[in-house]
Nanobody
């Protein structure tokens, strides 16, 4: 059974940073592209970033490009999301998911971790 467990969310001021983690189990993590998606209050699910199985290629939504990075550690079956220069509009529940790009929006997700950006 695929299990994804996100952690690391919290309350941060605008301009601050957070590092999210996603611990994966129940599937061959190193063979799967992975993504981060988010859902802001009252809005639909939004794709944030994707990384290929070997970590060689990443892709980011325009809204986070240059501020977020999403590396992975295949030895530890863990996906990360480094959030820098946070803005209030980044407030959302963040989920990791299997798959690449728009395909990850309908894929298995974890329970999510809340990121709140507020002064």
């Amino acid at each position: 059974e695929v299990q994804l467990v996100e952690s690391g969310g919290g309350l941060v001021q605008p301009g601050g940073s957070l590092r999210l983690s996603c611990a994966a189990s129940g599937f061959t993590f190193r063979l799967n592209p992975m993504s981060w998606v988010r859902q802001a209050p009252g809005k639909g699910l939004e794709w944030v970033s994707s990384i290929t199985a070997n970590g060689g290629t990443t892709s980011y939504a325009d809204s986070v490009k240059g501020r977020f990075t999403a590396p992975r550690d295949n030895a530890e079956n863990t996906l990360y999301l480094q959030l820098n220069s946070l803005k209030t509009e980044d407030t959302a529940m963040y989920y990791c998911a299997t798959g690449w790009g728009a395909g990850s929006l309908g894929a298995v997700r974890g329970q999510g971790t809340q990121v709140t950006v507020s002064a």
